[in-house]
């Protein structure tokens, strides 16, 4: 094992502290630690501005904001999505007793294909969840196209994509929902949270109450509602977040231009071409191992590791082939071969704004050195 430093695929940023400690002077002040209290209310008019969106709700975690998502809409049946992702989002489906069906990715994206959906489509189906994977955005032209054809709703797991927009603006416009993730691996976080995006106030209304056990007023509960919300220590982290994500977002820019320079020419190394839109978020840095590598992808992140550098194979396995999905028919290997080869190659490098340039160049420098070892023996690896 390496005596260097341990780098991991992500470290959260976190505000200088002595920044934060006025905000928790206010709330030891307030008392007011929870449901709906100031610092959640000016979050949610901050997260509109800052994203250019009309209404966020915001929750205690993305996974709970994916469930109510989904209660939100009153979605049942089946719903089609994608098994390149985080399990959180079909385990969404699950606990709303909804079948989970699985259409194959773009190679290009790693998002839903749209062009597979509509074959997947059942009386059954009410919905499409789809992922904009790494905060890349999925083809929403052509699923909107699908949905209002098919009419069915469109629900974004947008748990990657803060700050994520395309030529008309903020991502999370499109669909009927988008949520997000604050979760401390991501882009911008609130230690853990997560919101729901929508575009009119009587949804978001509907959403407040359904994160709030249902209550509209002290004596009134109109549906089974759930406790979502996010606290106040939450909220306060986000204000603070939202006066750094400018440079959060330009120091991921750094690393991932740096990571092109670095890896471009490393036969069988393959990554994703600068992203197509006008405001890219670089929340993940994903590479494909080819054959053309002397080291497969599993052995790369060993090698990795013996560095003390910690890569992650998001998302290996596909959601399809954890057990509470491997017996449904949409989660055969056939039906998803391109989500199958990409989940069996990739690798996400770490990234994050505090890794230094010194760092990031020791990662790419032992990627190649890999591969100059191997090729003259084993007997040489580092
Ligand atoms: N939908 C999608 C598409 C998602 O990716 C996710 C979450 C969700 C929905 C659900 O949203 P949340 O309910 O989580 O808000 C991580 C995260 O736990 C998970 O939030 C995330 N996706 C997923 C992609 O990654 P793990 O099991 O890989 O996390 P963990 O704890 O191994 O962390 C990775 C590395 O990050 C660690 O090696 C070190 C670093 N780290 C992590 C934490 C938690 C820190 O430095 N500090 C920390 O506090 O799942």
């Not at 057990?323 to 998803?336: D, F, H, I, V």
Request: hydrophobic share 40%; proline share 7%; with cysteine.
């Amino acid at each position: 094992m390496s005596s260097e430093e341990p780098i991991y695929v992500t470290q959260p940023f976190l505000p200088p502290l002595e920044e934060f400690i006025p905000y928790l002077e206010k709330i030891w002040s307030s008392r007011v630690l929870t449901n709906n209290g100031p610092f959640h209310r000016e979050l949610e008019q901050a997260q509109c501005r800052y994203l250019g969106i009309e209404h966020i709700s915001l929750f205690s975690n993305g996974t709970m904001a994916l469930v109510t998502a989904l209660q939100a809409l009153r979605i049942t049946g089946e719903v089609i999505t994608t098994p390149y992702s985080f399990v959180a989002t079909s385990h969404a489906l699950l606990w709303n007793g909804i079948k989970p069906v699985f259409v194959d990715i773009e190679p290009n994206s790693f998002n839903l294909d749209p062009s597979l959906i509509e074959a997947a489509i059942t009386p059954q189906t009410t919905a499409i969840l789809p992922v904009h994977c790494y905060g890349r955005p999925c083809n929403t032209d052509a699923i909107q196209r699908i949905a209002d054809n098919y009419n069915l709703k469109v629900i974004y797991d947008a748990s990657h994509a803060f700050g994520v927009s395309d030529d008309g603006g903020s991502i999370l416009r499109h669909g009927d929902l988008s949520v997000l993730s604050f979760h401390a691996t991501k882009v911008f976080n609130t230690f853990e949270g997560g919101a729901i995006v929508c575009s009119d106030a009587r949804t978001k209304s509907r959403i407040d109450h359904l994160k709030n056990f249902g209550y509209v007023d002290e004596l009134t509960v109109v549906a089974p509602g759930i406790n979502g919300k996010m606290s106040e220590f939450n909220a306060a982290l986000g204000l603070l977040q939202l006066k750094y994500i400018d440079r959060v977002l330009a120091e991921r820019q750094r690393i991932d231009r740096a990571y092109r320079v670095q890896l471009d020419d490393i036969p069988g190394i393959r990554f994703f071409p600068v992203p197509e839109v006008r405001i890219g978020n670089h929340a993940y840095f994903p590479i494909l191992v080819g054959p053309e590598y002397p080291l497969s992808r599993d052995e790369l992140n060993d090698r990795l590791k013996q560095h003390n550098i910690h890569a992650r194979r998001y998302f290996y396995p596909l959601i399809s082939e954890f057990p509470m999905y491997r017996g449904l028919p949409s989660a055969c290997q056939e039906n998803l071969p391109k989500a199958s080869e990409i989940a069996s190659r990739v690798l996400c490098l770490p990234i994050y704004p505090a890794l230094d340039e010194q760092e990031q160049d020791r990662i790419s420098r032992l990627i190649r050195s890999f591969m100059q070892k191997v090729s003259f023996g084993p007997s040489q690896y580092p």
